[in-house]
């Protein structure tokens, strides 16, 4: 963990043949050198992951053309990258989209990544997770924790539905300041018999709740948590 975090700075970019590539985002200031010996400064300013919107100035640059290579996430469907406010270069999910030109002192790069919640499933192969889903936005898999439910609610007994749609809402104060998922979930009323018994529909019970990152669990007592969940599909 101490090597992955004291590295995380020497990940973020790394030189090309002809430029430099942006591997991870996050507001960070880089003052280096390509591999010609030219001078670039560069300031990255975004609120990513919880927002989808990348801005990078060139602070300096004394070097001819170049070119500035964006790591475009895989699930990151949809993403538009402007150069002083006009359109350019083509994002395909999972590359890296390269622009090339003269930069100058004030050039701003704006990448606009789209940050829609979306369903998740395993492999068939998984077991312990088919017929189930996860929530993620952007790069952020979340989960529930007991901490969101109803007293004594057996964490087996949540259900997601279709046609609930699931707010991000941004929390400063709120374990060390995340983004959380907010609506509503259906948790499935315990029938209580024998120990095996006829179907019946099941019963449920609508409650309004918080999904928070996965990175954040276990920060509130004990209880339960789980990131998979069945769905009710409508």
């Known amino acids: 963990m101490v090597r992955t975090i004291a590295k995380s700075p ?3 970019y790394s030189k090309s043949e002809n430029g430099i590539a942006v591997n991870l985002y996050g507001g960070n200031e880089l003052n280096t050198t390509l591999l010609d010996g030219s001078a670039i400064k560069l300031t990255q300013k975004t609120d990513y992951p919880w927002d ?6 060139v ?15 895989s699930w990151a469907k949809g ?5 002083n406010g006009t359109k350019t270069a083509e994002a395909v999910p999972g590359t890296f989209a390269k622009i090339e030109r003269k930069w100058a002192a004030g050039d701003e790069i704006t990448i606009d990544m789209p940050m829609e919640t979306k369903f998740i499933e395993g492999h068939p192969r998984i077991e312990e997770v088919r017929n189930q889903v996860a929530l993620k936005r952007g790069p952020v898999v979340y989960c529930i924790e007991s901490a969101d439910l109803p007293e004594k609610t057996d964490i087996t007994n949540v259900y997601l539905s279709s ?4 707010n991000p809402t941004s929390r400063p104060d709120f ?3 995340v983004t959380t998922l907010e609506g509503e979930i259906l948790i499935r009323k315990d029938k209580l018999g024998e120990m095996y018994q006829e179907v019946s529909a099941p019963e449920f ?8 990152p996965y990175y954040a669990w276990s920060n509130r007592g004990q209880g339960e ?7 009710i599909w409508n």
Not at 59 to 72: C, G, H, P, Q, V
């Open 10 to 12: 020497g990940w973020a």
């Open 52 to 57: 989808g919107v990348v801005k990078i100035t």
């Open 59 to 73: 602070d300096e640059s004394k070097a001819d053309a170049f070119d500035i290579l964006l790591r475009i996430p």
């Open 79 to 83: 993403t538009q990258i402007y150069v």
């Open 163 to 166: 046609d609930k749609k699931l």
């Open 175 to 177: 374990l060390g300041g």
């Open 205 to 212: 019970q609508s409650f309004k709740t918080n999904f928070i």
């Open 225 to 231: 948590m789980t990131v998979f969940l069945p769905v």
